[in-house]
C-alpha cells in the first residue's frame, strides 16, 4: 500500500511569492490533515478535512493560507505571500476515521523562505 | 483537550530498556493515549495506543495506571535506530473530538553504542 505522498520535497522561495504544496493520502482515507512543524517543536495543526470539506480550520492563518481537496482525495496547501518565519516543514496526514488505526503521515515539504 | 508534560531529552545506551514517561493530569473520560515516532527529515509514525492498562505490540508497550494520569512507552533493548523524537499524545476521539491530535514537543530519544 502506498502512503502519502507529498511533493516537492523541498521548495526555496523569496518572501512574498507564492508557493503551494500537494498531498495525496491514502486510498481510502476520508479525513486529511495539514500540520507545520517548526524546527525542534512538534507538529501543529493547520486544518483538517472530512472528504472535501473543512471541519477544523481555526489555526490556519487564513490572510495568506488558504487549502482545497477537491473531490475528498488529493489536497493542496497555498501560501500567497510567503513570509520568512513561514519556512519549516508542512506535513499531511491522512487516517480512516478511526483511533485504532492513528494517523499516516507523509514526509512533509521543507519551505524555506529567504 | 489535555496536555501532556514529558522529559525533553533521554539518552540510553544499546541494548537497554528505556522507559519514556507522560503526564496527561486532565485526561477526559474518551481521550486515547497514542505514541507516535519521528525520525529527522520524515513524518511522524504511529507507535501504539491505549486507553487502559497495558498494550503491547512488536514494536513497544504502554502501561496506563488505573487513573489514566499518566502513561509509560517502554521500548525493550533499544538499537541506535530507536534514536529519534517520541510524542505522547492524548485525545483522538473521533466521536468526540473530531480526531483532533495536538502534538506537544516530545521526548529526543538517544541511543549510543
Known amino acids: 500500500e502506498a502512503g502519502v505522498v507529498q511533493s516537492p520535497r523541498y521548495k526555496i522561495i523569496e518572501k512574498k511569492q507564492p508557493v503551494a504544496f500537494w498531498c495525496n493520502p491514502i486510498s481510502g482515507h476520508n479525513t486529511l490533515y495539514w500540520y507545520r512543524q517548526n524546527l525542534g517543536q512538534g507538529p501543529e495543526l493547520l486544518i483538517r478535512y472530512e472528504n472535501e470539506e473543512a471541519v477544523d480550520d481555526s489555526q490556519l492563518p487564513k490572510d495568506r493560507f488558504s487549502a482545497e481537496r477537491l473531490k475528498g482525495v488529493d489536497s493542496t496547501l497555498k501560501i500567497q505571500p510567503a513570509e520568512l518565519g513561514d519556512s519549516a516543514v508542512y506535513l499531511c496526514?491522512?487516517?480512516?476515521?478511526?483511533?485504532?488505526?492513528?494517523?499516516?503521515f507523509g514526509s512533509g515539504t521543507r519551505l524555506t523562505v529567504v | 483537550l489535555a496536555k501532556t508534560t514529558q522529559p525533553i531529552s533521554m539518552d540510553s545506551y544499546e541494548g537497554q530498556e528505556v522507559n519514556i514517561t507522560c503526564s496527561h493530569n486532565?485526561?477526559?473520560?474518551?481521550?486515547?493515549i497514542t505514541w507516535y515516532q519521528q525520525f529527522p527529515s520524515q513524518g511522524p509514525r504511529f507507535i501504539i495506543q491505549g486507553y487502559k492498562t497495558k498494550v503491547t505490540n512488536e514494536v513497544a508497550s504502554l502501561f496506563i495506571p488505573a487513573d489514566r494520569k499518566s502513561s509509560t512507552l517502554s521500548l525493550p533493548r533499544v538499537s541506535l535506530s530507536d534514536t529519534a523524537v517520541y510524542y505522547c499524545l492524548v485525545g483522538g476521539d473521533f466521536y468526540n473530538q473530531g480526531g483532533k491530535l495536538i502534538f506537544g514537543q516530545g521526548t529526543e530519544l538517544s541511543v549510543k553504542p
Open positions: 486532565n485526561i477526559a473520560t474518551n481521550d486515547y
Open positions: 496526514a491522512s487516517s480512516l476515521n478511526s483511533r485504532e488505526n492513528g494517523y499516516t
